[in-house]
Structure formats: C-alpha cells, structure tokens
C-alpha cells in the first residue's frame, strides 16, 4: 500500500519541483547573474567565517571558545559528510543535466560541480553554520543574518541552474537538523555522570547566574 503511494506521490512531487525551478529559474538578468554568482562563491565563506570566530573568541573562558570551536568543527563534518551519502544514495541528476531540460534552463558559470543535486552542498552547510549560532552560540540576531545568507545561498544555486527548489529544502532541513542534534548531544553528554569530568559550557543559554547555584 504505501509503495504504490510513493510510486504515484513521487512523480508529482518531482512535477512540480520541476514547475517551481523552471518559474524561479527563469527569472534573472544580465546584472543578477553576476550577483548571484558572487552570493555562490566560496569567497563568501570568509567574512561569514570570520564573524562566526569573533562570536566564539568573545567568550572570557577559554576553555568554553575551544569547546564551541570544536562543536563547530563537528557540526561542519557531520554535515558534509551528510550531505555526500544522501547525494550518492538519491543520485538525483542536476537540472542542468537533465537532457529534458537542459536547453531550456538559464544556466550560469558553466560548471556543474557534481552529477548529483539532492541534497545542495552549499545550502545545507549555510543552514548548518547558522543553526550552530543559534543553538551552540545563542546568538539569535547573528542566527538570523546568517540564516538570509543562507536562504540567498540557496536561491542562487536554483538561479545558476544547478539545483531544484526541493534540493535546496532538504539541504536546510539537514544543515539545520545536523547543528540542533550536535547540539543536543554536546547537553546530553555534559549531564551524563563522566568521573572526574569538568565540561565547560557550550552556550550562553546554558550558563546559570551564580546566585542561582544549588551548591552552599
């Protein structure tokens, strides 16, 4: 019952996934295409860095910069390393490849980067850096920035052609889902009874006022 379901709820989801990125697709124009380019490159990826590792040296406890530093470090790994088995385990062929489609896509750059498309690299690690700031670092306004950068990361891979609307969903979904369960697992580890361990704190939202300790 629920595989002949999926036969037929698939091909529609596919249809109007289809329908979605050949309308976003084909909105652009000479000026944009340079813009959403730049919004794809990897050179981005510094000043974005650089404002995640100014929130994380902010801390005055060395020891709990360290132990986001390696939150982050883990979030990035996880994620991509995400990102590739569901890409090999889809194997959904890039629009751009796509003989059906290929003619009647405004393709931009002229790379493809990939025979796959599910999930989108790119998005899901934006997704992944801006959920790590808001629940490791609970730094909800940077969050949010970081999350427009993210949802514009996205948007440029469906404009440049190299990926579907539902390419960019599940990417977000990933990204923000690796950084919330690291997250929680990094809370549950330091509430479990490790013999002689001293956790520091991963969060700001996890760090109690003095005057509120149990301890006499």
Known sequence: MFTSIADRLLPLLADWDTTAFLLLNGLHSPSWD???AQVSSPWVLIPVHGLVLAAIC???DWRRSAALFAVLLLVIFVDLAGTHVIKDS????RPCNEDGLASSIHFVGGRR???Y???STHTSYAFAVAGFAWFSLARHRLALGLGGWAA???YSRIYLGLHYPGDILGAALWGV????ALHGGVVLARHLPWPGA???ETSAANTAPAHLSTHP
């Open 34 to 36: 340079s813009v959403m």
């Open 90 to 93: 889809v194997q959904r062929v």
């Open 198 to 200: 001293r956790w520091p």
């Open 58 to 60: 902010r801390r005055a």
């Open 113 to 115: 980067s990939g025979a």
């Open 152 to 154: 514009a990361v996205g």
């Open 177 to 180: 889902s690796s950084a919330a």
């Open 117 to 119: 498309s599910f999930v």
